[in-house]
């Protein structure tokens, strides 16, 4: 999870997986227009509702007024990952290895920054994909942004 503090995606684990979700993801973006956000994306194997994003905000919420992590105002967001799932973290590849995905680099890769394709596998700190039967080496390091591709 790029750009989150580790002590913060610490914090925001201890409150989410006692309860028993998974902490799928945690994303904050002080760029937003309306001001900054803090995105928690949660999982469970029955699925994840309405009432199940409200319990984990609610314990969360308290949590992080006590340990105070991030400076100044903020939106907290909880939700499901939804179909076109974010892949935050090298695990996120190596365990849906053959879905296909959309990846965007910070910067240009052999003339490109869009790779659009299906997860190969994770070879140490580089995702495999395979775009249009070629196979690309994209350095997890380099990856700005990736997100599954629902398929029907």
Same mark, same amino acid.
Request: aromatic content about 6%; charged content about 30%.
């Given at each position: ?7 913060? =995606?610490?914090? /925001? ?11 799928? $993801? /945690?994303?904050? *973006?002080?760029?937003?227009? $309306? $001001? ?12 994840? $509702? ?32 939804? =179909? ?8 996120h590849?190596? #365990? ?7 990846? #965007? ?6 003339? #490109?920054?869009?790779? *659009?394709?299906?997860?190969?596998g ?5 995702? =495999?994909?395979?775009? *249009?039967?070629?196979?690309?080496? =994209? ?8 997100r ?5």
């Amino acid at each position: 999870m790029k750009g989150v503090q580790p002590q913060l =995606l610490d914090l /925001v684990r201890s409150v989410v997986e006692p309860m028993g979700y998974e902490c799928v $993801g /945690v994303e904050h *973006d002080s760029s937003a227009g $309306g $001001g900054a956000v803090l995105r928690v994306y949660i999982d469970h194997a029955d699925g994840i $509702g309405l009432d199940d994003c409200e319990a984990v905000s609610h314990q969360l919420s308290g949590a992080l007024d006590v340990a105070d992590p991030i400076a100044g105002h903020y939106d907290l967001e909880v939700s499901s990952p939804g =179909l076109d799932r974010p892949l935050l973290e090298l695990a996120h590849f190596r #365990r849906f290895t053959g879905a296909r995905a959309r990846v #965007r680099l910070a910067e240009k890769l052999d003339g #490109r920054r869009r790779f *659009d394709g299906r997860i190969v596998g994770v070879d140490g700190e580089t995702v =495999l994909l395979d775009v *249009d039967g070629e196979r690309m080496a =994209l350095p997890f390091a380099r990856i700005e942004s990736a997100r599954l591709v629902p398929e029907f």
